[in-house]
């Protein structure tokens, strides 16, 4: 069975920080992509950022270059999200998901077809 556990969120003050993390189990990080994505109620969800480490491949949304990073510890089967700089907008719930990686070469692109989900955690960013 394939679990995908989001964990870290939380309310922080503008300009503070937060790390997200999202450890999986019954999948590899060498076949899958791990991508983050937040949703506001009564809004589309967002790609935010993903990362394919058996392919050193990572993305971001221009929304949270320069202030979001994202890593994984492969012995732990856990991908971070590290958010810097956070800005009242950044206020949403955040999920992981994981696609199987088909194109080797672009194995971040696009946020769509993800295979598994997990369930959200919330961060709110206080102005």
């Known amino acids: 069975e394939v679990q995908l556990q989001a964990s870290g969120g939380g309310l922080v003050q503008a300009g503070g920080s937060l790390r997200l993390s999202c450890a999986a189990s019954?999948?590899?990080?060498?076949?899958?992509?791990i991508a983050w994505f937040r949703q506001v109620p009564g809004k589309e969800r967002e790609g935010v950022s993903c990362?394919?480490?058996?392919?050193?491949?990572?993305r971001y949304a221009d929304s949270v270059k320069g202030r979001f990073t994202i890593s994984s510890d492969n012995a732990k089967n856990t991908v971070y999200l590290q958010m810097n700089s956070l800005k009242s907008e950044d206020t949403a719930i955040y999920y992981c998901a994981a696609r199987v990686v088909v194109d080797t070469l672009r194995p971040c692109e696009g946020y769509y077809g993800m295979d598994y989900w997990g369930k959200g955690t919330l961060v709110t960013v206080s102005s």
């Open positions: 019954g999948i590899s990080f060498d076949d899958y992509a």
């Open positions: 990362i394919s480490t058996s392919y050193g491949s990572t």
